[in-house]
């Protein structure tokens, strides 16, 4: 293995997702790859990138580069971090514990599920002193969401993600064609009173209501900044009113955030709104953005356009599969060595260096 | 089977197609899925919805949803019916019978064709007290439309569809490849006299003519409207002068429609020209929307635009081809349900609620 | 064989292009398809067309339809003709004069090539009274030309068509990977002085000349005019200006072609620069247009744009080879009744009725 | 073998690159083809000029054509030149020497890389008098720089291009799946002290830096301007402000370039950014292009938006990989019948009748 943590397993991030695609069984890989419906907010969020252009610099690729940044006050390595994702165990049988160990390592911040595989506890264990914060998914009772809250915080998870997108599960077509359930079958490790979200809808009377109470509200993200005091980031937000609003109720930071593409088919890609979300929200909050992010360009663009830090969440599972802890430390190590390339042909040295002037005009 | 319906025959949405596909043997299949000349109009349908996108709402997911409408002062369970489609019959043994009583269970209208395998009396037994208009093909002789439309009158349909854009039958190349002749070969439930519209045209010195006198005309909309009590709904209109004239005539409905794509290859897909007839008719009438729409997201877009309902074409006989009654059960009830987890995701407890801020900006 | 020429060669117009590509041999079917380099021009001949709407009129659709029009002062049965296309003889045995026998028994206008494989008077003979005209390539005598054009007047011919696009032939890349050459070993049937139009560039010191003087200019285009008294149409023009000009040097008409995409790759579609010649013209010559038409849409389009008639190629091609003449017998009947249902369908009831009013709103 | 150098190795462009395909083992088509991360510059450089269209010119193109322009004060006999590409020994053994004596005999001007397989001087002596470049990879030592200019210039090369764009080498994606490694394995025959740019960064503390002082700066241009009394072309600009500025610091020329999409992923196409460079230049020095420039009609396009001239890349290594000296050879006569065709087509008779209004409108 070479001395960055590479050893081969995927010579290139455009291999990386092919790798995986051969290692995991079909469910599995369903429930990784899948988004919801038709997929048509899955295919957007990358081809909003796609669509960006950067403009190099000539002549100003010398000199060191910093890709340090901080975020809700604690530095990290890089201006990208994981982003929550469940069921870690089930792509790789070092799951969550792997992934922390990998980010760990690097310094980059790794966000990890209410629906982890293993215990938070055992992932702070892993997780050593790297950066960590905790993704929430509302209980049907609010002790339980305290109570995981507070799990988290000893466990050295310095935020709380609270997502705010799922008050039914999408409609998840690859995943039931593959036959990968999110239900009871899957063991989670946070317990096994902790439920998912709803599974489509129950008829009462004439009407319908989601199977469980799990949907979050406004007054849920109340109740979950006064039971901590970790800063709150609310994670699936799409619109700007909605995201001034979260900021007014006490949120620290915004995730722009489709789910991945999993929750509403057709809604927008979430670099499209990003910009929106900067101008409402301002400097009251930081903005980070999730959905589509595969590449060290894409991360440019979002920073660009005013997110403080960037989410990448299929291609950690895919590192994941291919090489457990070592194939996520491989993919990172990739990633951050294509961020550096890309601010020395861009002539940035730090983060703070990354703002408009790095887009192009967008190809029509 | 469980408890709503759903027996695993297709396991989503995105499924039934295929499914549908190798049940059904060539002949039929294009008969089900082929539009006019190049189907340019046929795609178009399917892409006008896939150009919208729609804005989730956070933290506004919890609570009951009624997706109720009242259509033409009779309350529906949904706003989606079943459009009219012809010869049911030669897609499953149960024909229009199966899907009367899967959508009369469902609480959801249909509209049955002139042109229907059963007798509308049958399909009138079948439905029971479930909501069913009859569509009408205009007939040689006027004497015929009138008695179509009492015999519709005392099964139980409580309007009258009339199709204003099938002077001639497209031409429908998929059908004729595939062996399909819409003519008298082709069993009609409503009696042996009754005719389809006309195939091609026939020369007539140095001009030409159709075969028969079933082109529809303003005066065949003011005779249908002079014989019965009924209220009527024009089919098959797509520019706003003429939807308001249709409302001048009488009508109480108007559904924008391409006849799926069969009739003008080169006509604008129907979403495209909904917000014009809706400007032109205001409240002077409802209006309604088919061709294209295949999801609960397409449902909610048209909705937006200001369509009262939307009518469901090939994948009801996809269902029918695939499980009968039992089939188009399923798939009502799934595209309920996606609908009721839509309207969770964008905050709507009504149909009322969804208005035009539910539309996020079209991806260009 | 049914009443009106078909016989079931080929089920519908979208089944031709297929039927031919199994009948011709590799370099033949490289002849007819090929466009100049990467088919650019080609393939944006037929987007223009499939861009554009139309707009269907409900309730209009009764009453007899009249397709007949007048060019250069004669009634023709239809606005569309046969474009003038080489070499018929190398597409089957039948050749020009098989098309000329369908033209004619259908009361359709062709043109025919100078390098036709039949010589003209054999047309002639074929076409009886049918509606016929000449297409001049520049030869490199003026005389030559002189004495074609009094053949072809001689052979009941009643307007001389002038190509002014071919000062060399393209770069035609299917053509030559085909191993079809456009030289002295294909047997031109108006005599073995007959030449093409010169293949590539030929070295001069240090600059470069055709191999050959048959580039047109306008001294040619005056030359032809003096040497008859049948009008002239001048083939080739896709520019605003060159067309007035045309007009001022005694054009009857104006041809608007890109030579089916076989000269300049690149070059604009022949539809996309139909407007602004017509604009320039104004009612003082006739415009027609080739180039991509496929569907009775195309013609409605083109006619609604302002072109008095549209030529059809390569499906005449196709037709041909499937089953000479009597494959272009139903090639033409088809054609002819796909627009007869496409006027009923917009309510039009003859030609003259055909203005933009029946475009609807160009897809995006 | 034909009079022009032709001896049918590929027929046409459209089947060269196919024919290199076959010939060159899969690590060097990786390398010959490959573009930087996921190759959306590389296809965005092709894509640009397909957008284009050209206007022909109708009864204009006979005469002589000549397509002779001056470079930096020389004559060369066409406005296209081949590029600067490395180690081009491993394509075909003929290497650069027989790129080299190709151009020469066809009066093309070509442009050889400091990391050229042959040295400069055995280069120097294929080219005879043929016009020919130097393209400097800015190394280590200023000295080094110094010394390779000299060689270059006793070697008969009459400008130095310096290649601005390369601090690191691009993320190249193909090429490390192909196992093609720009690194030390690969022989230079400039000497076995050059050095390519540093590939990938090296960390230094809590920030990364190039592994090797490679990177080009604005004083780099200073110094080799000031080392020698050569023109000075600087390669790899795609901003205005940046192509004034080399002007200010003393070039004599700007090629515009992405690196044929090999260094950021993501950067706008050649083309797209061609005017506003040409705007910030004006008349201060040449402007040429590469990137994406295949065809005859490319060509055109670019010398119609302002370049001088243009290079040509990749198909010159297609040739080379195809028939060596002799491939070059027919590449460049078939390119330069092309467009001498597509000059007679647009009327043009030298490439200073070449101006904006050969441009057509953009498709959309």
């Not at 356009?305 to 491989?330: D, I, S």
């Amino acid at each position: 293995m070479g001395e960055d943590g590479r050893d081969g397993r995927f010579p290139t991030l455009s291999d990386l997702e092919a790798a995986a695609a051969q290692k995991l069984p079909p469910s599995a890989w369903a429930y990784v790859q899948g988004g919801a419906g038709e997929e048509r907010t899955l295919r957007a969020n990358r081809e909003a990138f796609q669509r960006m252009t950067l403009q190099p610099r000539a002549f100003e690729g010398r000199g060191e580069i910093d890709l340090r940044v901080r975020l809700l006050g604690r530095s990290v390595s890089a201006p990208f971090f994981i982003a929550p994702m469940a069921y870690q165990g089930t792509i790789h049988p070092e799951g969550e514990s792997g992934v922390a160990r990998a980010a760990a390592e690097a310094g980059i911040l790794a966000v990890f599920s209410t629906l982890s595989t293993d215990p938070i506890e055992t992932i702070g264990g892993a997780s050593g002193d790297g950066p960590r914060w905790f993704q929430l998914y509302h209980q049907p009772e609010d002790v339980m969401d305290r109570q995981l809250i507070q799990r988290a915080e000893r466990s050295g998870c310095t935020a709380v993600v609270l997502t705010a997108d799922t008050p039914m599960l999408g409609v998840r077509d690859r995943q039931a064609r593959g036959g990968f359930a999110i239900d009871a079958s899957v063991p989670v490790g946070n317990g096994p009173g902790i439920v998912p979200p709803a599974r489509g809808p129950v008829r009462v009377g004439e009407t319908y209501r989601p199977a469980a109470d799990t949907a979050p509200t406004w007054e849920t993200l109340d109740r979950v900044r006064e039971c901590t005091r970790l800063p709150i980031v609310v994670k699936g937000i799409l619109g700007a009113e909605e995201a001034r609003r979260c900021v007014d109720y006490g949120a620290s930071a915004i995730l722009v955030s489709n789910h991945g593409g999993r929750q509403l088919d057709g809604a927008p890609a979430s670099l499209e709104v990003l910009p929106s979300i900067i101008d409402a929200v301002g400097t009251r909050a930081e903005v980070y953005l999730d959905g589509g992010v595969r590449r060290a360009s894409d991360i440019l663009v979002a920073l660009a356009l005013g997110a403080k830090a960037v989410g990448v969440g299929r291609p950690v599972l895919w590192a994941l599969a291919v090489g457990g802890r070592a194939g996520v430390a491989e993919y990172l190590a990739l990633l951050r060595d294509e961020l550096i390339v890309a601010m020395a042909l861009t002539g940035r040295r730090s983060v703070a260096e990354v703002d408009r002037s790095i887009l192009a005009v967008p190809r029509s």
